[in-house]
């Protein structure tokens, strides 16, 4: 039994919904059922009653429901003992989505100058864009990326405001999650059911005047000049060791 189970469970439980459940945990959903499964299997026993329409707890889901989230409370809180312990800094962690990325960073010095002892993690997301793959291409594979004339990017992507902002969030979560420094492109799948899905997470996207990167961070308010100086700030300002 992992504690991811545990935790998939619950938010399972949660939202009686497999896709709503994924998408607060930040998985496929194919992948929670699997794991929910697979402590099912451990357990011996049925925890929910799913149909195409419906998802409900089993009797026995719902007294494991009830241990699994003090299970789920001590392992957080036997986390915040032995970090405090260990005499961690305090951090604090900064997602900028919106306009505010050009007035941040100053915020953020000076914040860091009254409190010197204070880890800031700053992480900002550009504008999103939407590949168009060429009409004759059947998939999106190297030739229909490098080689078919008909393939473009529409930069911002023709999302909702909300579709936007989601999606901005969950690629400064993505970033943070694997502890990215620097750079990176997150790229993502959105499905005809409006489903935001995490693909992939490039870390040395291209840099060219032609690239997707420099693209969406113009389309932001931030062209290449302005760019490459805030990277390399960035990099400046990164204290020693790992984040």
């Given at each position: ?17 497999f ?18 499964q ?9 925890l929910?009653?799913r ?13 494991f ?7 789920l409370?001590?392992v957080?809180?036997a ?8 005499d ?8 900028i ?7 941040m960073?100053?915020?953020l ?10 880890v800031?993690h ?27 004339s ?8 023709p999302?909702?405001a ?14 943070d999650?694997i ?45 290449l ?10 990099a ?8």
């Amino acid at each position: 039994m992992e504690l991811r189970q545990l935790r998939y469970f619950v938010t399972l439980a949660e939202e009686l919904h497999f896709g709503r459940a994924a998408a607060r945990e930040h998985i496929v959903q194919s992948a929670l059922s699997q794991q929910v499964q697979r402590l099912e299997r451990e357990l011996g026993v049925r925890l929910l009653e799913r149909s195409t329409h419906h998802v409900a707890l089993t009797a026995a889901g719902a007294a494991f429901l009830a241990e699994a989230r003090q299970i789920l409370a001590h392992v957080d809180r036997a986390t915040a003992i032995a970090r405090s312990a260990n005499d961690v800094s305090p951090a604090l962690r900064v997602g900028i989505i919106d306009s505010s990325y050009d007035s941040m960073p100053q915020i953020l010095h000076e914040v860091q100058a009254r409190y010197p002892g204070l880890v800031i993690h700053q992480v900002e997301a550009s504008v999103p864009g939407q590949v168009v793959v060429d009409t004759g291409s059947a998939f999106y594979d190297f030739e229909a990326k490098y080689l078919a004339s008909g393939t473009y990017m529409t930069i911002p992507a023709p999302l909702s405001a909300a579709a936007t902002s989601r999606v901005r969030s969950l690629a400064c979560a993505a970033f943070d999650a694997i502890s990215c420094e620097g750079l990176a492109r997150v790229d993502f799948f959105y499905t005809p059911d409006g489903e935001i899905l995490v693909n992939e997470i490039n870390t040395m996207p291209g840099m060219t005047p032609a690239s997707a990167f420099p693209l969406m961070w113009a389309a932001t308010g931030l062209p290449l000049p302005q760019l490459i100086d805030r990277i390399i700030q960035t990099a400046l300002r990164k204290r020693p060791g790992p984040r």
